[in-house]
């Protein structure tokens, strides 16, 4: 007598593993960039001159956030007169806006309810500050989350990574509130995995790496 349920789970298990070989393929590259990782030493960045910057900042109601930001990179090692801070105030309706001067930022407020959303924030951002300064009076752009902090070194790290050669520069990060709860914490865990384990060894071996945020 022909089992069709017999055949048919037979055909899910077979499928199964075939999809699970193939992710397992598709992954092990993270086995090598781990092994990389921990018996390779990080690439290790001269001094440089010091470049132009701008941080820019895509802020929507956030005013509890936003002034720590400001403060943390106001507070860096790296020259004040060679970085600007600008926040857009993206269709705000608290003080936003008001609390990022205050605390000493170059302030554009947009109000546009169509075109909603980070990436329309920053290029009108970006139309602002080469309509002020022009394409060429900066050197680079940081971006950054209005809820971010930033240590006292970052700019002046960065730098010298920039001055290196690259381009598109993404860095260590991790969460605020690690310890607040086992979700805060794994997510922790996987920033520092991906800093250490992926990022760090895709720069060893001159490979392209994930930027996001």
């Known amino acids: 007598m022909y089992n069709t349920e017999g055949t048919a789970m037979k055909f899910f298990i077979d499928a199964n593993f075939i999809i699970s070989l193939i992710f397992t393929v598709c992954y092990s590259y993270q086995i090598i960039y781990t092994i990389i990782a921990c ?11 010091f470049h132009r910057y701008a941080l820019l900042v895509a802020a929507r109601n956030e ?5 720590q930001l400001i403060e943390s990179a106001k507070n860096q090692t790296y020259p004040s007169e060679m970085y600007d801070i600008y926040v857009v105030a993206d269709n705000c309706t608290d003080e936003t806006a008001e609390i990022a001067r205050n605390a000493g930022a170059i302030v554009f407020e947009r109000s546009d309810t169509e075109n ?9 951002l970006f139309q602002k500050i080469f309509e002020e300064k022009g394409n060429e009076y900066y050197d680079g752009y940081f971006i950054f989350d209005a809820d971010n902090l930033l240590d006292k070194n970052y700019i002046y790290e ?15 990060r991790n969460s605020k509130n ?7 914490a794994g997510y922790s865990l996987g920033f520092l995995r991906d800093a250490k384990f992926l990022h760090n060894a895709r720069m060893i071996v001159n490979s392209g790496s994930v930027i996001s945020g």
């Open 39 to 49: 018996f390779i030493k990080p690439k290790k960045f001269p001094e440089a001159p």
């Open 63 to 67: 005013k509890n956030v936003i002034s």
């Open 116 to 124: 909603v959303g980070k990436g329309f924030a920053l290029d009108f």
């Open 158 to 172: 960065m730098n010298k990574v920039f001055s290196s050669g690259y381009e598109i520069i993404t860095s260590y």
């Open 178 to 184: 690690y310890d607040s709860s086992w979700v805060s």
